[in-house]
């Protein structure tokens, strides 16, 4: 079965500075990967997807994200962070499952505070 | 991508009782889902909802407690049955359009049982 990790529960990064946010996948072929964003008391805005082709994936709001087959990682980055990129982030990984049905499935999330 | 509204965006209910979950979406679509978020937790699936043909639910879930309904390729409801207070999450419909795994979210509804 398909499965994602997000190691960092909490991140806490100044505003302006870089960001990356970790995810690693667990599947046999080769998955579609996707990140969300959830502001507070919001739904889950898709910030970009893999699906095949070129590993480094430009999505909204001035992220990308790379997709590493050998380290099976999608990680989330962004050159300069602003106050508005507080939120939670979560990676997910659409895949097919023991039951044969097409499903997303959801990382744990990562908190990202921004600090002035 | 779609403009996805839920109605209600919140409610408290009392334990015992059961809560209907509105999704209304901006354009026809196939494939309709709801999924459940935990208190600090991610987004677990419920159900698929294709319109057309009965809901399918993913393992842990039942129709008796979570019946869901598609009457057209634009509407889906969610009812939570005889909840407890283990049932207040924020629940979720989401839409694919592209594929089942490019999905859009609604903005969800936060349902409190006493």
């Known amino acids: 079965a398909q499965s994602v990790t997000q190691p960092d529960i909490h991140i806490t990064v100044s505003e302006g500075a870089s960001l990356e946010l970790r995810c690693n996948y667990s599947?046999?072929?080769?998955?579609?990967l996707f990140w969300y964003v959830q502001s507070p008391g919001q739904g889950l805005q898709l910030l970009l997807k893999y699906f095949s082709g070129d590993t480094l994936v430009q999505g909204i709001k001035g992220f990308e994200a790379e997709f590493k087959r050998s380290q099976s990682s999608f990680n989330l980055r962004k050159p300069s962070v602003h106050w508005s990129d507080a939120a939670e982030y979560f990676c997910a990984v659409g895949a097919v499952s023991n039951f044969g049905n097409e499903k997303l499935t959801f990382g744990t999330g990562t908190r990202l505070t921004i600090i002035p | 991508s779609a403009v996805i509204s839920q109605k209600p965006s919140r409610d408290i209910c009392q334990r015992g009782t059961s809560l209907t979950i509105q999704c209304q979406v901006d354009?026809?679509?196939?494939?309709m889902f709801w999924y459940r978020q935990q208190p600090g937790q991610s987004l677990t699936l419920i159900a698929t909802a294709n319109q057309g043909s009965e809901a399918t639910y993913e393992s842990g879930f039942v129709i008796d407690k979570f019946p869901i309904s598609r009457p057209n390729l634009t509407f889906s409801t969610l009812t939570v049955s005889n909840m407890s207070p283990e049932d207040s999450s924020i629940y979720l419909c989401s839409v694919g359009l592209a594929s089942t795994y490019e999905q859009y979210f609604g903005p969800g509804t936060r349902l409190t049982v006493t």
């Open positions: 599947y046999g072929a080769t998955p579609y």
């Open positions: 354009s026809q679509v196939t494939m």
